[in-house]
Antibody, heavy 120, light 106 residues
Framework: VQLQESGPGLVKPSGTLSLTCVVS?????????WTWVRQTPGKGMQWIGE???????NYNPSLKSRVTISVDKSKKQFSLKLNSVTAADTAVYYC??????????????WGRGTLLTVSS | DIQMTQSPSSVSASVGDRVTITCRAS??????LAWYQQTPGQAPKLLIS???TLQDGVPSRFSGSGSGTDFTLTISSLEPEDFTTYFC?????????FGQGTKLEI
């Protein structure tokens, strides 16, 4: 199973960031939470949110007002939209799969990441 | 949010050395903690789940311990491929949070 992110690379301030993650080699309709995480040199890794294949979502409260995560089972992909972006949203964005373990949910599959720059 | 404080932020060591990295949670998280390895340009790799469970295929020189608020990742005898970055993550409560990372340097 592999995950592959895709996106525009550059978004203007106040615009909307849209990223897609394609799940290949496996089913998206399984007992996993499909997740978006971003990483910046200054703030490290930040969990953005997650979606179950049924459409149930959980979001980071710090981003919740600006974030929408959706899933398209027919295309085996899930997507991230982040609106009203600023330079602070410049980051490497990863999609990941969260699996259940004895104690907790952890990310045992990651995409390679895509750099998203917010600039005019 | 639960704050994860990782230390040190960087450490210099040599092949064959034993290294310990620490992660401290701002509140108790039982054993709901993972360790990841991240090599530049590559996807992060899950090394340890539930504080101490080594993932399949991860060399036995890696080990994790701890519960509550204090956790450690130990590499018993460093190999050249181990010189990269490590970070912890808690899944005790939303939002999931990560440590800032520890860069292991030769």
């Amino acid at each position: 199973v592999q995950l592959q992110e895709s996106g525009p690379g550059l978004v203007k301030p106040s615009g909307t960031l849209s990223l897609t993650c394609v799940v290949s080699g496996g089913s998206i309709s399984s007992s996993y939470w499909w997740t978006w995480v971003r990483q910046t040199p200054g703030k490290g890794m930040q969990w953005i949110g997650e979606i179950y294949y049924t459409g149930i979502t959980n979001y980071n409260p710090s981003l919740k007002s600006r974030v929408t995560i959706s899933v398209d089972k027919s295309k085996k992909q899930f997507s991230l939209k982040l609106n009203s972006v600023t330079a602070a949203d410049t980051a490497v964005y990863y999609c990941a799969r969260a699996s259940a373990y004895d104690a907790g949910w952890y990310f045992n599959l990651w995409g390679r990441g895509t750099l998203l720059t917010v600039s005019s | 949010d639960i704050q994860m404080t990782q230390s040190p932020s960087s450490v210099s060591a040599s092949v064959g050395d034993r290294v310990t990295i620490t992660c401290r949670a701002s509140q108790g998280i039982k054993t709901w903690l993972a360790w990841y390895q991240q090599t530049p340009g590559q996807a992060p790799k899950l090394l340890i789940s539930a504080a101490s469970t080594l993932q399949d295929g991860v060399p036995s020189r890696f080990s994790g311990s701890g519960s509550g608020t204090d956790f450690t990742l130990t590499i018993s005898s460093l190999e050249p491929e181990d010189f990269t970055t490590y970070f912890c993550q808690q899944s005790s409560s939303f939002p999931y949070t990560f440590g800032q990372g520890t860069k292991l340097e030769i």
